[in-house]
């Protein structure tokens, strides 16, 4: 039996990845800060995984509880992920997001016999690119805290892969499913659609609408992380659909999935929702995942907003129907 460590398997990628290591037969084990909804949530669904509470700062509790469970595979999909939050938090988001990396990429090279880590990187650790598409050889310049935290783990992957350890990264574009959180854009948009189509809110505020991102299914992204995971030979992958569009294509499309005629008069842009340093355009190019892991999108750009829309408009029914 495989077993399994993932960090941040409460959260979107980490769930999903996690209900296929489950369906696999894995005996599969998380890290979790505490217990919120989603680890609750996660635990109902999946009795039989082990959650273990702990602190990606804390690197001796972290390679402690490496060196007990050594597992054969290893998962990072925990740290700070929102950019506006970065930040709004630059040094914890750096001990987080790109210091705690170090830590577990050290256990893992002390555990005896074979392991694999996977580490989860980031289209923002190019920052603004001056073309597009971006593939592996695309030269790394992040421009924001959550970035540059990014652009570390990724580079400490690199040196501990040349010393023996085997790490696949996957240099994922924006994905998306039901599991974000309202605090992405995405899932912002997707929930005002359905609350706006039942009449339960008026309009709904964003930041930059002419924003250009590379948006993709997440388990589609999770099925990526497994294959770079399993290869033959670890490696750097570009993990996106190859197509972009716009902020407001996004909304445009949520309406449309949600049934508004007049979306576009219910957007509101405010000053306040842009970021600094706002990347205009990023778009990746997938092509080495493609032909090495087999890799492929299966869901598309309108397909994925709709699944989103739908599950939103689905919850307010369903709490409309208990509240009745």
Excluded: C
Aim: hydrophobic letters at 40%; aromatic letters at 6%; proline letters at 5%.
């Amino acid at each position: 039996m495989t077993r399994v460590f993932i960090t941040g398997i409460s959260g979107q990628d980490g769930s999903y990845l996690a209900d296929r290591l489950v369906a696999e037969g894995a005996e599969v084990h998380g890290l979790i800060r505490g217990w919120d909804d989603d680890a609750r949530a996660l635990h109902e669904r999946h009795p039989g995984i082990d959650l273990h509470e702990g602190d990606l700062s804390d690197a001796t509790g972290l390679a402690d509880l490496v060196r007990g469970l050594a597992p054969s595979e290893i998962y990072n999909l925990a740290g700070i992920s929102s950019v506006a939050q970065s930040w709004r938090e630059p040094v914890l988001t750096g001990q987080i997001t790109g210091v705690a990396v170090t830590a577990l990429l050290d256990a893992a090279s002390r555990l005896p016999g074979e392991v694999r880590v996977f580490q989860a990187s980031s289209s923002e650790i190019f920052g603004d690119p001056e073309h597009a598409p971006q593939d592996e050889s695309t030269p790394i310049a992040p421009n924001s805290p959550y970035g540059v935290a990014k652009a570390y783990a990724h580079r400490m992957a690199a040196l501990f892969r040349a010393r023996g350890l085997f790490v696949a990264t996957g240099i994922l574009y924006n994905h998306e499913s039901p599991r974000r959180p309202e605090a992405f854009v995405t899932r912002k948009i997707t929930a005002a659609a359905a609350r706006i189509s039942l009449g339960l809110q008026e309009t709904l505020e964003l930041g930059d609408l002419t924003v250009e991102r590379d948006w993709g299914w997440a388990p589609d992204y999770v099925d990526a992380m497994l294959r770079a995971t399993r290869h033959d030979v670890p490696g750097d992958f570009v993990i996106a659909t190859g197509k972009s569009h716009t902020v407001a294509d996004f909304v445009a499309a949520a309406f449309r999935a949600a049934g508004v005629a007049d979306g576009a008069d219910r957007v509101r842009v405010n000053p306040e929702f842009i970021r600094p340093a706002e990347i205009s355009r990023m778009r990746g190019d997938a092509g080495r995942a493609r032909a090495e892991l087999g890799w492929a999108p299966s869901v598309d750009f309108d397909g994925l907003v709709s699944r989103m829309v739908e599950h939103d408009l689905s919850l307010i029914r369903e709490g409309a129907g208990s509240a009745g």
